[in-house]
């Protein structure tokens, strides 16, 4: 049962980098952008075509994973999304869902619709016995790897410039402006920064979630349940949220296979019922 | 009270309930299409569908602004229940439309009360949610459903005990087009009664709409029920005119591509459905034989496109001419004439 | 004799801070009653507990003897109580003919009728004929009301609180934002309300007040201050020196 515990929380975390962009965008712009995963797929495309075409690294091709779709994010967000910023979101909804037709389409077109496979370097496969629990090695090396990215986000976040103003920005654009504060670039940098982290967590889930065409639509619902759960407010709503989600999913998955994926959506209708504002949300 | 006055007001309001020329022209080119068309029947069997599809997703979103991505629910649940009633219990098409009707509308009622709280987001979380939870079923109940091979076996009744399906699609067309109109001419009346004007209240200004007296939720109960019951009748017709019904019937991809048809068309005025549906399957049917796999690349392209010029601005001529129609935007030299006019 | 609205001891916080404290207050039938007070006094917070936009932390509400305390807004509306905002809250892509039928027509109990056209029952167009001519709106009927000049669109948000038929009515700064040369309209209208409605009158300007009211509550820090006759207030130091040189004229 702890295994279960330990894979929930490696892909809780996993879940956490994929969609914290998404959070950040909504609270940030709340802009409904449905295309989010085509990030996160363009992420693990990039890392399969290097690795297996390229022979590249696993460890290289994790930056390069990054960089990818936060460059193709902030061409994206400067030349088509900003101008949406004010549209109604069902505009959102139909822009972003037409971008991820696109995407699916675009990649089946040109890597073909089967599962992309990469293979993990050496240290990083198998399982480790720590204290009578199975361990999976690439796990723990997710687990330790979005640690730390939480840790980097919470402390750009609280303890930069940055940090400081992207939080002013999220609280009232207006008045962030008012103060002199560069609102249009925030937006971008941290339109570019979501995208690429979803990118990097798209090469991650390669080898845990799979990667085929049609990964954005298949996870959207994860990701959007960890933003509506979470809240769009801070980090650290969607964080738990994410945890939350990973360990019910494994957990449910395992103990009830069938009606594994009940589990999450009816928890998710709830907590929308109950708390439309998400369950970590700093009530307004 | 003058007489004159009374009866100017009450002729404009009563105006835009009253039909068409145009829209008379439309439904007799579209009973036409029976006879002059017989290639295609298939296809407008089709387009018949999907416009009662859009029409019932109008309802919600053009007429109550609710934005949902899990129509299909309705739509799945309604051609499911068809199906398996055509092929375990009676081939009656009537009380397979029914049921299905029925279906859909107590599982819309159950979750009308989940979407009315919450912000867009919220909304259209729950719907996808919603959607997402039966197509599970559905896969997992896969020893009534078929699953992902779908139901297969249905066969149904001639219409009337004389109609027989055949394979031309000429029973099937005429089917689809006489329920869609039937369909249309209630919802037709609903919007343009105080009823549905009441939604339009709602969905332009829902604390207003309060504050007049209009008890929203209520409203809202009622209209994403009905809209549900229709979707659910559009989804029976589907599994009895192709005799076939499959998992995809409850995907994202059909809640994704109804909202694009009325998108297309045009929301909020009805016939944007009808426009939407025609426009989209034209399309479709033409990017299909050119690239059968991947024909929904340029759909979403479309979409893009769509947005990104405004929506407003590309449905501004046919919305315009349907408000002229309907005597709501009046030009200035046909304002109201409401100066007492004397009683001798 | 019973008032026309009364509340008990009602309350409203945020967090720590109550916006409204523990206001007691009194509207009389047939009463023209004004509210005063310097901005942020929580006025428009206690129309919205009134009118049940914002459930009360504590304390009671009675209109005309009954408690509605625990009803929803648009129950209260059927009561009998309705108001105007202070910012025009209109539905900008219907016309004020349209608007006020179907205000009409939830009051004579059309609304749930989804089968007959609206039109064509006479009752409703009278009312609406009415209601159009006594707020000036009869030339403007068939315009979109997000197309109307500012102060049509004022006259149309009292016009549609009052095709409510309230007994009951709060008008929240009915002047604000109305330039100089549509306000005559406006006051006009106002001062020709019936006399069987009571009204109760949130506002700034003195003018207003002074030609209108023949009662004025003035809210401090969500408190009652004091109340009294316009003469009685008017002439009150304390008064003055909350307002501070508010342009307050006496």
């Known amino acids: ?217 298949k996870f959207l619902i994860y990701f959007l349940i960890v933003v509506t759960v979470g809240g769009a407010t801070s980090i650290i709503g969607p964080f738990f949220a994410s945890l939350l989600l990973g360990i019910a999913d494994v957990a449910g998955k395992y103990y009830v296979p069938g009606f594994g994926a009940f589990v999450i959506y009816t928890f998710m209708i709830v907590v929308l019922v109950l708390r439309p504002q998400g369950l970590f949300a700093r009530t307004p | ?79 499911y229940v068809a199906g398996l009633l055509a092929k375990y219990a009676t081939g009656e098409p009537l009380v397979g439309l029914v049921l299905a009707a029925f279906a859909a509308a107590v599982l819309g009622f159950l979750t009308s009360f989940l979407v009315l709280r919450g912000a867009d987001l919220s909304k259209l979380m729950v719907t996808l949610g919603i959607s997402l939870v039966l197509y599970e079923i559905a896969n997992q109940v896969s020893w009534l459903t078929g699953g992902a091979d779908g139901l297969q076996g249905i066969t149904v009744n001639p219409i009337f005990g004389k109609f027989e399906f055949d394979i031309f699609g000429t029973t099937s067309y005429a089917y689809s087009l006489g329920v869609t109109f039937l369909l249309f001419v209630i919802a037709r009346r609903l919007v343009v009664s105080p009823f549905g004007l009441s939604l339009r209240s709602i969905r332009d200004n829902p604390l207003r709409a309060r504050a007049v007296g209009i008890p929203a939720d209520r409203r809202l109960v009622a209209i994403y029920t009905l809209a549900a019951a229709y979707a659910g009748v559009a989804g029976a017709l589907l599994a009895q005119t192709t005799q076939f019904v499959s998992l995809d019937v409850l995907s994202f991809n059909r809640s994704a591509d109804v909202l694009l048809v009325l998108v297309i068309g045009g929301v909020g005025y009805l016939y944007g459905g009808l426009l939407g549906a025609i426009i989209f399957k034209v399309l479709q049917d033409t990017l299909a034989n050119i690239t059968p796999q991947y024909w929904q690349f340029w759909i979403g392209l479309v979409l893009v496109v769509i947005v990104l010029v405004g929506r407003e601005r590309l449905t501004h001529w046919p919305r315009t001419f349907w408000e002229r129609l309907a005597g709501r935007l009046v030009r200035p030299s046909k304002r109201l004439r409401t100066r007492p006019v004397r009683e001798v | 004799m019973e008032a026309a609205l009364e509340t008990k001891g009602l309350v409203k916080r945020f967090g720590g801070l109550p916006a409204t404290d523990n206001v007691s207050f009194r509207l009389e039938q047939g009463a023209r009653h004004a509210l005063i007070g310097p901005n942020g006094a929580g006025k428009t917070t206690f129309i919205n507990l009134l009118t049940g936009v914002l459930p009360p932390s504590s304390g009671q509400i009675f209109l005309e003897g009954q408690e509605i305390t625990r009803l929803r807004p648009e129950q209260r509306v059927r009561r009998g109580l309705a108001r105007t905002f202070q910012i025009n809250q209109l539905f900008p892509a219907m016309t004020p003919l349209e608007t006020l039928a179907l205000t009409v027509s939830e009051r004579v109990g059309g609304g749930r009728d989804w089968w007959r056209v609206i039109g064509t029952r006479p009752e409703i167009v009278d009312g609406v004929i009415e209601v159009a001519e006594r707020f000036r709106l009869t030339d403007v009927l068939d315009e979109r009301t997000s197309s109307l000049a500012y102060g049509k669109q004022r006259l149309l948000e009292m016009a549609v609180a009052f095709a409510c038929r309230p007994r009951v009515l709060l008008l929240d700064e009915p002047a604000a934002g109305v330039p100089e040369a549509e306000r005559d309209e406006l006051l006009a209208t106002i001062a020709a309300l019936p006399r069987d409605v009571s009204v109760l009158l949130i506002e700034h300007d003195m003018d207003l007040v002074f030609s209108f009211a023949n009662r004025i509550s003035v809210l401090v820090n969500g408190a009652l201050f004091t109340e009294g006759t316009v003469q009685e207030v008017s002439s009150d130091p304390r008064v003055r020196a909350v307002y501070l040189g508010e342009g307050f004229d006496a």
């Open chain 1, 1 to 217: 049962m702890l295994t279960i515990l330990f894979d929930g929380i490696a892909y809780g975390m996993l879940l956490f980098v994929l969609a914290c962009g998404l959070a950040v965008t909504l609270g940030l712009m709340n802009f409904v952008n449905l295309a989010h995963g085509a990030f996160a797929m363009a992420g693990g495309y990039i890392t399969a075509v290097l690795m297996n075409r390229y022979g590249v690294p696993f460890l290289a091709a994790l930056p390069l994973a990054f960089i990818g779709p936060a460059l193709i994010g902030l061409v994206l967000e400067r030349t088509l999304y900003a101008r949406l910023y004010n549209s109604s979101h069902l505009d959102q909804v139909l822009f972003s869902i037409g971008l991820v037709f696109m995407a699916i389409t675009a990649v089946d077109y040109t890597m073909g619709s089967q599962q992309q496979l990469i293979q993990l370097p050496a240290w990083l496969e198998g399982r480790v016995d720590v204290l009578g629990i199975s361990i999976g090695r690439y796990r723990s090396f997710i687990i330790v790897v979005c640690g730390v990215l939480v840790v980097v986000l919470q402390l750009i976040l609280t303890q930069t410039r940055f940090g400081s103003q992207l939080r002013a920005a999220v609280d009232d654009p207006r008045v962030a402006r008012g103060l002199g504060i560069n609102v249009s670039l925030i937006f971008a940098a941290t339109f570019a920064f979501g995208s690429g982290l979803a990118g990097l967590g798209g090469a991650l889930a390669t080898e845990i979630l799979g990667l085929d065409p049609t990964f954005p639509l």
């Open chain 2, 1 to 79: 009270m003058s007489n004159g006055k009374t009866s100017s007001i009450g002729a404009s309001l009563v105006r835009r309930g009253r039909w068409r020329i145009p829209e008379i022209f439309f439904w007799v080119v579209a009973a036409g299409a029976l006879f002059v068309l017989p290639d295609y029947l298939l296809l407008l069997n089709e387009i018949a569908i999907i416009g009662l599809f859009a029409i019932s997703l109008d309802l919600i979103l053009g007429y109550a602004g609710i934005i949902s991505l899990g129509h299909g629910a309705f739509f799945g649940l309604g051609a």
